[in-house]
T-cell receptor
Framework: AQKITQTQPGMFVQEKEAVTLDCTYD???????LFWYKQPSSGEMIFLIY??????QNATEGRYSLNFQKARKSANLVISASQLGDSAMYFC?????????????FGQGTRLTINP | ETGVTQSPTHLIKTRGQQVTLRCSSQ?????VSWYQQALGQGPQFIFQ???????GRGNFPPRFSGLQFPNYSSELNVNALELDDSALYLC?????????????FGSGTQLSVL
């Protein structure tokens, strides 16, 4: 079963608009972490934001915020005031549990294009 | 700039050959993970090393192996290359294991198997 689902293969947004990238996840663990990474054409995965399963408040990092709805198992990324440099692939990822190898499970990604 | 460097950036091999990919982690990071990213897909976990020992592996065959060294460098070795091994290979390091630990990724090695 798919652990992380990103239903938007591509998104096109005008510069300065806000954009929401969708992510739903599937886990039976009580302790887990949700991450968003940005991957520009250079290939490097750039950490954007983290949300822990026990965090009561939605995470924010500058222009990035995470809309965490635990009961619906969704962790959408919101980018406010989009910029041309935001054009990239965006991946939602999850890490489960506390012990052993802390692997990240990634979704298929969303390609975001910001138009001037 | 994540402080994680990978070499080489690009590599072309033929089926059946062996390849070694290298990664230099951030200083002090004792955990390194390797991921395979096929074209148009999200990265998939290969394995993780913690203090020079493998402590977890994804769904990859034994011909994928690794090493981690005390100087924060590591290697991914792939034997008997297959066409499907063509992908971007990403190395990621972190200070320790833990559900909230963020990974710092390198820019990857693009491997093409002909």
């Amino acid at each position: 079963a798919q652990k992380i689902t990103q239903t938007q293969p591509g998104m096109f947004v005008q510069e300065k608009e806000a954009v929401t990238l969708d992510c739903t996840y599937d886990t039976s663990d009580q302790s887990y972490g949700l991450f968003w990474y940005k991957q520009p054409s250079s290939g490097e995965m750039i950490f954007l934001i983290y949300q822990g399963s026990y965090d009561e408040q939605n995470a924010t990092e500058g222009r990035y915020s995470l809309n965490f709805q635990k009961a619906r198992k969704s962790a959408n990324l919101v980018i406010s005031a989009s910029q041309l440099g935001d054009s990239a692939m965006y991946f939602c990822a999850m890490r489960e549990g506390e012990g052993g190898a802390q692997k990240l499970v990634f979704g298929q990604g969303t390609r975001l294009t910001i138009n001037p | 700039e994540t402080g994680v460097t990978q070499s080489p950036t690009h590599l072309i091999k033929t089926r059946g050959q062996q390849v070694t990919l290298r990664c230099s982690s951030q200083s002090g990071h004792n955990t390194v993970s390797w991921y395979q990213q096929a074209l148009g897909q999200g990265p998939q976990f290969i394995f993780q090393y913690y203090r020079e020992e493998e402590n977890g592996r994804g769904n990859f065959p034994p011909r994928f192996s690794g090493l981690q060294f005390p100087n924060y460098s590591s290697e991914l070795n792939v034997n008997a290359l297959e066409l499907d091994d063509s992908a971007l290979y990403l190395c990621a390091s972190s200070l320790k294991t833990g559900v909230s630990e963020k990974l710092f990724f390198g820019s990857g090695t693009q491997l093409s198997v002909l």
